[in-house]
C-alpha cells in the first residue's frame, strides 16, 4: 500500500492508527489546536516543534503566513530525513491576535505536547504575554521571528527578525541624501514605535538631519488631517512612518492628497511589505522607501536562486493566500526553524541547554534574502538588508547590505 | 489662510462622515427605541459591497449606488427574522443586535482573508485652488452627506409616510386603530437605518481601508453622537454627528493626538451630564 505521497508504508496497522490518533488529537484539543506528524514513521520518538501565532483576529493575515511557511520548512526537513533521524511533528497554536488567549494557548503547547522549542508571536506585546510561559517557566528554547524594537536579551529566547539597527543604519543616511532633512515620525502609540523612533532618532541626529515632529495616535485612528496639515506647514522632508493598518492606508493617501509627494517630499515605512501594499493605489504610495531582509523582487531578477526556489515552492502550495513577506515574521520564521535545524544537528540531542549552546553561533548558508548567522552571546543574528523604493506599485531594491550586524544586547 | 480653509475642509469633511453614519443609527434609535449595535457592521457591509464590484472589475461608483440597497435589504430580512422579536425588551435588542454584528464581521473577515484592502475612489485624486489641495472624493462626501440629510428630513418631516411612521412611534396602539401597520412600519424604518449605513459603509471605504473592524471605532462614536445630540428627533443625532466629528477631526490640531482621542469623550460625557437627555432633546421627554 502506498500513502497520498507515493512512499510505500511499511505497516498498513501502524499508518492507521497513527492517522485515527492525530484526527483523534485534534478532535479532543478542540479549536485553535493543530498537529501535524511527520509523513513517515521512526522507531524514534518525534522532536515536537511548536508554532504559536495568530491564526486569527486582526493580524490573523501574518500568522497564517508563519504557519504556512513553517509547515514548508518541516515538511522539508521530513521529506530529507528529519532531524537526527527523528521526523518531526509541529503543533500549531493559535494566539489569536489576543494576550489573554494566547497564554493559554502557548501552555497547552508546553504542559500538554511538551514541545521541545517554540517559535512564534508577532507583535512585541505577544512575545512579552509569551515569553515566561515559554522559557520561564516553561523551560523551554523560544525563537521569535518579527522585526521589532530591540532590547530582548533574555537567555534561550533567540531573535531572528531585523533590529532597528539593521533598518535603520542604512535607511537614515540614504533618506536624508534622497529626501532632506527634516524629519517627521508619526507613530501607533505602542512599544515598536516608541523605541524604534527612540533609535531613529539618534541615528537621524548623528546624520545631520533633524526631527521636526514626533507623534504617537491610538492604534484604531484612521483620521490623520491634523497631522498631515502639522507635514505640509512644518516643510517636512522625510516621513518616516510607524502608524500600522488600519491607520497607515488613510494617512498616505491624505498625504498624497495634500500634495506631500508633488511637493518632493519622501515616505519610508520600515515594515511596508507586499502584503500591505495593498492598502494604498500605486500613485499614493510612489517613491516610498523600505528596509527590509527580503524583497519578492529579488526573486524575480534571477540574482538570488535561492529565494526565487523558495517563493515558488510556497506560491505553489499557498496559491490566493497571504504571501510570503518580510513584514509579517514570515522571513524570521523560515530563519529560525532552519538555524534551530543546524543547532541541533550540531548538538545531537533536543535538550534547551546543549541546543542553546549550538543555536548560539548556529549559521545557515542560504534563506529568504541570503544568508544568516547568530551573533554569539547576543541573540540576534546578522543577514543580508536591502532598501527598496516603489516604483508604479512595485519595489525595486536600490541598494544591499551583506550581514549587517543587529546590533543588540 | 491657506492653512485654515485646508483645516477647515478636512474638518467638515470629515463631520460629514460622522454625520453620515449618525444618520441611520439615529432614525433606529429615535423612531424605535432600539439600539443597534450592529449598525458599524451594515457599514462594513456596504463597504464589503463596494470592494466586491471593485474586484469583479465592475464600476465602483454602481457598488457605492448599490451599497445602501444591498444593505437596506439585509436589514429587512433581519428585522422580519429576529429583529422583531426585540422590541418589547430593549436591553435584549441591544446583546441580540451585538451578536448579530459579531456574526457579520467575523464573516467578512474570512471573506476578505483578514488582510486590509484599498479601495480607489471613483474621483481620484484632488484639486487645487490657489494654495490648497482639496481631496475630491472628500468633496463628494459633503455633497452627498448634505443631500442625504435634506432627503431624510423631508421623508420623515414632510411626506405622509414620514407622518406615519412618526404616528407609529407616538402612539402605537393608535396608530394601529388608525389603519397603520406599525410592523410594516418599524420593517421600513429600521431597513431605511440600515440602508443609510450601508450607504455611509460604501462612501467611506475608498478614504479609509476596507477591514474587517472598521465599523467598531465608528459605532462607538456614532452612540456617543446620539447621546450627545438626544433620542426622540430627527435633528439631534445630526447635531451630535457634527459636533463629535469637529472634536474628532479638530482637536488634534490643539492637543497631542492620543489625549484628543479621550478629550473627545470627556467633553462629551460631561455635555451630557449636563443636558442628561440630548442637546435638542424632545420636550415631552424633559418632563
Known sequence: MTDDTGRKTEVTRRHLLQTAMWTSAAVATGAGSWVIPARWASAADPIKVGIATDLTGPIGFAGNANANIAKLVVDDINDNGGILGRPLEIHIEDTASNESVAVGNVRKLIQRDRVDVVLGGITSSMRNAIKDVIVGRGRTLYIYPQLYEGRECTPYIFCTGPTPAQQCDELIPWLIQNGGKRFALPSANYVWPHVLNEYARKVIENSGGEVVLEEYYPLDQVEYSATVNKIMNENVDVVFNTVIPPGVGPFIKQLYEAGFQKRGGRLSCVYYDENTVSLNAAHEWEGLASCLDYFRVLTREGDDPFSAKLAAAYDERYSGSVLFTAGSAATGMYRGLKLWEAAVNEAGNVDRDDVAAALDHAKISEGPGGPAEMVPGKWHCRMNMYIAVAKAGQYEVISRSPMVDPKEC | ?287
Open chain 2, 1 to 287: 489662510m491657506e492653512s485654515v480653509l485646508t483645516i477647515g475642509f478636512n474638518i467638515l469633511s470629515f463631520s460629514s462622515i460622522i454625520v453620515l453614519v449618525v444618520l441611520g443609527l439615529g432614525v433606529i434609535a429615535s423612531m424605535m427605541r432600539i439600539f443597534n449595535f450592529a449598525h458599524g457592521e451594515f457599514m462594513l457591509l456596504g463597504g464589503y459591497t463596494t470592494y466586491l464590484f471593485y474586484i469583479w472589475n465592475m464600476p465602483i461608483w454602481l457598488g457605492i449606488l448599490a451599497a445602501p440597497f444591498v444593505v437596506a435589504f439585509v436589514g429587512l430580512i433581519l428585522e422580519r427574522t429576529i429583529i422583531h422579536r426585540f422590541y418589547a425588551a430593549p436591553i435584549v435588542a441591544m446583546l441580540g443586535t451585538y451578536a448579530i454584528g459579531v456574526m457579520i464581521r467575523e464573516s467578512v473577515r474570512g471573506l476578505i482573508g483578514g488582510l486590509y484592502h484599498q479601495v480607489p475612489e471613483p474621483l481620484v485624486g484632488f484639486f487645487v485652488i490657489g494654495d490648497i489641495s482639496v481631496s475630491k472624493w472628500r468633496a463628494v462626501v459633503i455633497l452627498v452627506t448634505i443631500l442625504v440629510v435634506s432627503g431624510s428630513y423631508y421623508l420623515l418631516k414632510k411626506t405622509s409616510f414620514g407622518l406615519r411612521i412618526r404616528a407609529a412611534l407616538e402612539n402605537p396602539e393608535l396608530a394601529r386603530v388608525s389603519g397603520i401597520s406599525t410592523s410594516q412600519i418599524y420593517a421600513a424604518t429600521f431597513s431605511f437605518g440600515a440602508g443609510l449605513a450601508g450607504l455611509a459603509g460604501a462612501m467611506m471605504v475608498p478614504l479609509f481601508t476596507l477591514y474587517a473592524d472598521m465599523g467598531v471605532r465608528f459605532l462607538i462614536q456614532g452612540f456617543l453622537a446620539v447621546m450627545l445630540g438626544g433620542i426622540g428627533s430627527f435633528e439631534g443625532p445630526v447635531l451630535g454627528g457634527a459636533i463629535i466629528g469637529v472634536l474628532t477631526a479638530g482637536l488634534p490640531h490643539l492637543v497631542n493626538p492620543v489625549l484628543a482621542d479621550v478629550l473627545v469623550f470627556v467633553i462629551a460625557i460631561i455635555a451630557v451630564k449636563l443636558k442628561p437627555a440630548g442637546l435638542l432633546s424632545m420636550r415631552r421627554e424633559l418632563k
